[in-house]
């Protein structure tokens, strides 16, 4: 009661030039506020219709191939995502430079194609949580339990393939591992395979070919964590806040009921 | 009272020490590039990289490289307002400090400001209404460096409908432009070179949307007159899939496509220098036709020898690119031979160890 008469003696001493301020002050932050939370028309036109147009480039396996009929870690999810939200899927091909501005222009609604998070393009595009780490992982020997990131790489050698995005991550590595040295080969599988001969400590490499190639090579594991971040992720329009929330709640769901995991491991093997 | 004193001295004090620092980056001594193979050269990215010890780092590691050359655009669409105003304070940092590193410039100009062309039209529209506006800034632009600046290359790729701002791509509506651009530049830097053509390697007919064939563009670019206005050549050559030394044929794009260019230049009876202003391979995953690192190291490195020393008449074998300011999250990022963050990539040291005679 004691600040209900607070309120009151305040409004009483108040003029009608306040109360101008007031309106425009509260209208502006309505206003302003407003737009962020209005839902744009792409996810209830994709409720109404029933169908999501995923856009995507059908050049990348395993992420994505048209060779011999769309398939791919991409496509398994896109397809996961359509069930979860009780719609259809419909494919949509571009080459990868028209990626973006399709989906600009309105020729389909997302991009789930193998697509790294770039900020300079986050004026017009928002993405989802990342789906996939591409960045460089360090394979290691099952029987090297001292080893386990570069840092205990101080006097050992770490094998990449020449020129690769490994190497280079070697390269910047050396000015924070004391005598890391490097050694390089023809081919990622190169660079495995001296890490299986015990020839060196570990291999630096991207996930999917690091993957595939534990996948039928027993003796090798890859280090928990990541070298590098590359991280996959679908894009929206901007304005599409409510389709993104959508869809980093399905993408939460595919997760944490081990969904997501079993479809790339299904095409690059498990974790 | 002293206390009160003693507060306004410690607040003079925390606002000197508040004060931005001054630039620190000085050109230091001048140098000279050091290389066994001076036909290496190298385009830069600086453009969009505002801070000046980032393009001060850029050109020394350039020239630290061995690289002789670089080629750098300069967009008119930057520089020039309307009223004629001129910003001059990029190029001259850019210039500036490819001076004092000893490296020969080749400026490519082109994107026409929007006071220069018709509304709804992209940077790359360029009708033959603004030509002599767009010769006018290129002499003023000559005249500016004509101590630092080796040549001018006018306008870039334009048998591509994207890069001549899908008007149709006639070979000789650019020969107009080359002619008076190169008019206004010999008349206020006589001794700037000018470069033409740097025209995109393709196998489009004639009639296609998109663009036209390299080498018919090049050939009706010269029954236009174009060995009239021009110094040198600009070439434009990718090796995509193939190492360096498989032999051209005109219906395939590879790095020697430039021996072509070669053939209908003296057809025409032009024995002028090709400068070779973009070349290189690409190995990121994701491009249809990259090729795996190793081999991007190889096939440029070998392709910069077998230049030096089979094709006397090449002047420049500019690789593409240096470094981007920032990572373009794509496979442009596997085409530069230094990251954002100035770490060598490997190709860098193999080109470092050929141009040091290794």
Not at chain 1, 14 to 27: A, E, G, N, Q, V
Request: proline letters at 7%; glycine letters at 6%; aromatic letters at 10%.
């Amino acid at each position: 009661m004691a600040s209900d008469k607070v309120i009151s003696r305040k409004y009483e001493v108040r003029s009608p030039k306040w109360r101008t301020c007031y309106f425009i002050l509260i209208t502006s932050f309505f206003l302003l506020f407003s737009g962020c939370t209005s839902r744009s028309q792409t996810l209830d036109r994709i409720q109404a219709d029933g169908v999501i147009r995923v856009g995507l480039d059908p050049t990348f396996p395993p992420f994505e191939n048209g060779d011999g009929g769309l398939h791919g870690i991409d496509i398994d999810l896109a397809n996961a995502i359509g069930r979860e939200m009780g719609i259809e899927v419909e494919f949509v091909l571009f080459g990868y430079d028209g990626l973006y501005d399709a989906l600009l222009i309105d020729q389909c609604d997302v991009l789930i194609s193998a697509l790294i998070i770039d900020e300079t393009k986050t004026k017009d595009f928002a993405y989802s949580e990342p789906y996939f780490n591409a960045g460089q992982f360090l394979v290691l020997h099952t029987d090297s339990a001292a080893v386990n990131s570069l840092t205990d790489f101080e006097g050992k050698t770490v094998s990449v393939e020449t020129g690769s995005a490994g190497h280079v991550a070697a390269i910047s590595a050396q000015n924070r591992v004391r005598d890391l040295r490097i050694q390089t080969l023809p081919t990622p599988d190169d660079a495995m395979w001296t890490v299986l001969q015990q020839e060196t400590a570990g291999a630096l490499v991207d996930q999917v070919n690091a993957r595939l190639y534990i996948q039928t090579h027993p003796g090798l594991t890859l280090a928990p964590e990541p070298i590098t971040v590359e991280p996959y992720a679908i894009v929206v329009r901007k304005d599409d806040d409510d389709l993104l929330d959508e869809l980093n709640r399905v993408l939460d769901r595919l997760t944490s009921s081990g969904e997501l995991e079993q479809i790339v491991g299904q095409w690059i093997g498990t974790d | 009272m002293f206390s009160r004193l003693l507060r306004g001295a410690a607040l003079i004090l925390i606002l000197v020490a508040l004060k931005p620092a001054p630039d620190l980056v000085v050109l230091g001594p001048p140098q000279t590039p050091s290389s066994t193979m001076p036909v290496l050269g190298v385009h830069t990215r600086l453009t969009d990289e505002v801070e000046e010890w980032k393009i001060k780092q850029s050109l020394e590691m350039v020239r630290e490289m061995g690289a002789t050359t670089i080629v750098e655009f300069f967009p008119w669409a930057y520089y020039q307002g309307e009223s004629g105003g001129i910003a001059w304070q990029h190029p001259d940092l850019v210039m500036k400090h490819a001076h004092a590193q000893g490296l020969r410039v080749i400026a490519r100009i082109g994107l026409t400001p929007e006071w220069a062309r018709p509304e709804e039209t992209t940077l790359n529209y360029l009708g033959p209404e603004s030509y002599a506006d767009f010769a006018a800034f290129t002499a003023e632009f000559a005249a500016r460096y004509e101590d630092e600046l080796h040549a001018i290359i006018v306008w870039n790729e334009p048998n591509l409908a994207f890069e001549w701002g899908y008007q149709p791509t006639t070979a000789a509506d650019y020969v107009h432009l080359l002619a008076q651009t190169a008019a206004a530049v010999r008349q206020t830097a006589p001794d700037v070179l000018i470069l033409g053509g740097a025209l995109a390697p393709t196998l489009e007919p004639e009639g296609s949307p998109w663009g036209l064939n390299d080498l018919i563009y090049l050939e009706q670019m010269y029954a236009a007159g174009a060995a009239d206005h021009l110094d040198g050549l600009a070439v434009h050559t990718y090796g995509f899939q193939f190492p360096p030394e498989t032999p051209p044929e005109p219906g395939l794009l590879n790095f020697r496509r430039y021996e072509l260019y070669r053939d209908i230049m003296l057809d025409y009876g032009h024995d002028s220098p090709v400068y070779i202003t973009e070349t290189g391979w690409n190995d990121h995953p994701r491009w249809t036709r990259a090729v795996r690192p190793g081999q991007r190291i190889d096939y440029t490195t070998n392709a910069i020898i077998q230049v030096a020393e089979q094709t006397p008449w090449v002047e420049t074998a500019a690789i593409w690119m240096f470094r981007t300011p920032a990572p373009t999250k794509s496979y442009m990022d596997a085409y530069s031979l230094v990251t954002p963050e100035f770490i060598e990539k490997p190709i860098y040291t193999a080109l470092q160890e050929i141009a040091s005679g290794e």
